[in-house]
């Protein structure tokens, strides 16, 4: 018996088998090949900090440690603890519940030559989308100084709020005091040009995205400020009492050449 291929219930038949195949088909590949998008995931994460860290073709693995924030203390992770470092990198990777989080916060140390630099998630929005990346902070003797930044972007404008995530934009974060005289936050991308040693020249046309970032930088910041005054209230203390050495003294002339 012939079939008659021009009839509805053989459209229908064909369609729902086709659309059985293909589903099962999908759910195959996303299925086998989530580990290794789950792998490149870490990796892009781990390369972001210690490009943002200024350490780019060192180990992660063997220089960093990491943690929490817990209560304005930092808490490391060992890295032999699967669970406890799947949950860091697993905060990092929802936006939106790093955006929200106020307790047990993503944090990354590196101690290199006596010098000891942290590295903090950001996230936020801009003009289309979310905004996110990494900045690197260093105690000076009287305020926290940005030595590096990684930003990315949704969806920004290409040539406009999209510069965010050039190396250009980024450099000139370097070497930023966060707060200034009277204590308050002050790193912000400028409209109009930077006014003074902490500022940034916003991106010409992308003031909306401009003005994410600086929303981005004091509130991800913020969520960390207590522990940043309790490191630097150390640092400054220890310089008092004449036990700063000659690395870190020499790394704090550099900061300031730097922003000369």
């Not at 509130?219 to 050495?245: D, M, N, P, Q, W």
Request: with cysteine.
């Amino acid at each position: 018996m012939a079939i008659n291929k021009n009839s509805n219930a053989y459209i229908i038949i064909y369609t729902v088998v086709m659309v059985v195949i293909v589903g099962a088909l999908l759910a195959f590949l996303a299925t086998s090949l989530k580990p290794k998008q789950d792998a490149n995931v870490l990796n892009e994460q781990k390369v972001s900090i210690m490009k943002a860290f200024g350490e780019a073709d060192a180990s992660f693995d063997e220089v960093v440690t990491m943690g929490n924030l817990v209560g304005g203390e930092f808490v490391a992770v060992d890295g032999s603890d699967k669970d406890g470092v799947q949950a860091i990198f697993s905060i990092l990777g929802d936006r939106k519940a790093l955006a929200e989080a106020q307790d047990n916060l993503p944090i990354f140390q590196l101690e290199k030559e006596g010098v000891v630099k942290y590295v903090l998630p950001i996230v936020g929005k801009g003009l289309w989308g979310d905004i996110w990346g990494y900045v690197a902070l260093q105690q000076s003797e009287d305020n926290v100084v940005i030595t590096g930044i990684v930003m990315d972007h949704a969806g920004e404008t290409p040539g406009l709020g999209a510069e965010i995530a050039t190396a250009k934009v980024q450099d000139e974060f370097r070497g930023k005091a966060l707060y200034n005289a009277e204590g308050e936050f002050a790193v912000r991308m400028q409209k109009g040009g930077a006014q003074n040693e902490h500022q940034v020249d916003a991106i010409t046309g992308g003031t909306k995205t401009c003005d994410g970032v600086n929303a981005m930088l004091a509130t991800s910041i913020g969520k960390y400020e207590s522990f940043l005054r309790t490191v630097e209230a150390a640092v400054e203390a220890s310089c008092e009492c004449g036990e700063c050495g000659a690395e870190e003294a020499a790394n704090v002339e550099s900061v300031k050449t730097e922003e000369e």
